[in-house]
Structures are given as structure tokens and as C-alpha cells.
């Protein structure tokens, strides 16, 4: 049986922490639009940022679908990020390379708080030789369900129907992220997490949870062989 090792993606697949927030603003103008609404600038700033508190309230003003409203913005969202993949203005760290190495060991997934649309296309146009990929519902409970939620975590682990449970002393597999929530859901799902380092976290302190601390995606292999 393989040890499964899930990698969080903004942050450790793809370069910056998350996505940018002039993305969400293009996708929610793009999305009221499509309404044919015309939002005063209060309504649209907060229909512009990223998150669901005044969603709800914002689109009955507008008299619109506050559920269809977010399909559309998480589509558009994804759209724009694509589209900064293929232009360059976004790319994947070059320790990435690691990855088809792994494949080729052990069982790896892609569990990510982003959109599932945008983790099909990266595993995709990176062409990574993911078992599994995760992301995020375009609905308001996918939206909440994010790390640190295990939520996503737990259901990639149910999709690939491993049991580990009587092996290497139990260990459920690996969760590799960049952030303290990223080791919170990889600890509530039972796996063992590790902590890389980016340039956008190095000021923070490791998570108390956190089994490894790595300067590198490439040390997985070490890591690999002592699972």
C-alpha cells in the first residue's frame, strides 16, 4: 500500500498565497452583467470582494439569485485565473518539478480551498500526474467548508479508497501546505502535514502541529522514504 500525499495549491503548487483579488472583482462585474443589473457602488464593492457576508443581502436588493450570482462569479473567477496561467502572469514554483518523481512512488493528490474548476485545470495544463483533485464547491456550504475545515481533505482520502489503517503505525499519509490552517484540516483528517516555506510565510512561525518543516517541495523525497 502507498502512503498518499496531498499538496495544497496556492502557495505550494502555484507562485502567491492565494489568488488576486482584482480576479473576484472582474468575475463578480462579469457575473452582473450577465444579470443586466446596474448595483449603486456600495452594492458592488461588496459583491466584489471575496467572501459570501453581504452576498445574500446584496443580491436581494438587486433582486437576483444570491446562488446563480455565485456559480457565475466562482466561474468567471476561474476563467480570469486560467487565463493569467496561459499569459505567464501567474506561474508554478520550480520545486513543482518534484512531483512527477513522487508519482511515480506513491499515491498524490491536489486538495485545495480554491475553485475545483481551477485545481482540474492546473492539474491539467501542468499536466501533473494527480491520483486525486479537490477544490472547493462553487456554493455557499462549499464555500465555508474550506481549511482549516478537513472537509475537502477527508474527501479525497474517501475518493481514492485507501486503508493505511494497518500500516507504518497508522499513518493516514501527508497533507503538505503553507499556511497554519493547512496543518489544522491535515491534523483533524489524520494525516501527518508539513509546513514549506515560501517567500510570503517566512515570517511566520511554524504551526505547533506541524510534523515537518521543509525549505523545499524536493525534501519530500526524504521525507518520502521515512514514511
Not at 154 to 164: G, H, K, R, W
Amino acid at each position: 500500500m502507498t502512503i498518499p500525499i496531498l499538496f495544497d495549491m496556492d502557495g505550494i503548487i502555484l507562485e502567491g498565497p492565494r489568488t488576486e483579488p482584482q480576479v473576484y472583482a472582474d468575475a463578480a462585474d462579469a457575473a452582473l452583467s450577465d444579470f443586466g443589473v446596474s448595483p449603486t457602488p456600495e452594492q458592488r464593492r461588496d459583491l466584489r470582494r471575496h467572501g459570501t457576508d453581504a452576498v445574500e443581502r446584496r443580491c436581494a436588493e438587486l433582486e437576483i439569485d444570491p446562488d446563480h450570482f455565485w456559480k457565475r462569479k466562482e466561474r468567471y473567477a476561474s476563467e480570469g485565473t486560467h487565463e493569467r496561467l496561459r499569459s505567464g502572469e501567474r506561474g508554478r514554483y520550480d520545486d513543482t518539478g518534484v512531483l512527477s518523481d513522487l508519482a511515480e512512488r506513491t499515491t498524490i493528490g491536489l486538495v485545495t480551498n480554491n475553485r475545483h474548476q481551477t485545481a482540474e485545470f492546473v492539474a491539467d495544463y501542468y499536466d501533473f500526474a494527480f491520483d486525486v483533485v479537490r477544490g472547493r464547491d462553487p456554493t455557499f456550504p462549499g464555500y465555508h467548508r474550506r481549511k482549516p475545515d478537513p472537509y475537502y481533505i477527508e474527501d479525497a482520502l474517501a475518493s481514492l479508497d485507501l486503508n493505511n489503517s494497518d500500516t507504518n503505525n497508522g499513518r493516514r499519509g501527508l497533507y503538505v501546505g503553507d499556511f497554519e490552517k493547512d496543518v489544522t484540516a491535515g491534523t483533524a483528517a489524520g494525516l501527518d502535514t508539513a509546513f514549506v516555506r515560501r517567500e510570503h510565510n517566512r515570517g511566520l512561525e511554524r504551526p505547533a502541529d506541524a510534523t515537518y518543516e521543509l525549505e523545499s517541495l524536493s525534501e519530500l523525497l526524504d521525507v518520502l522514504d521515512e514514511l
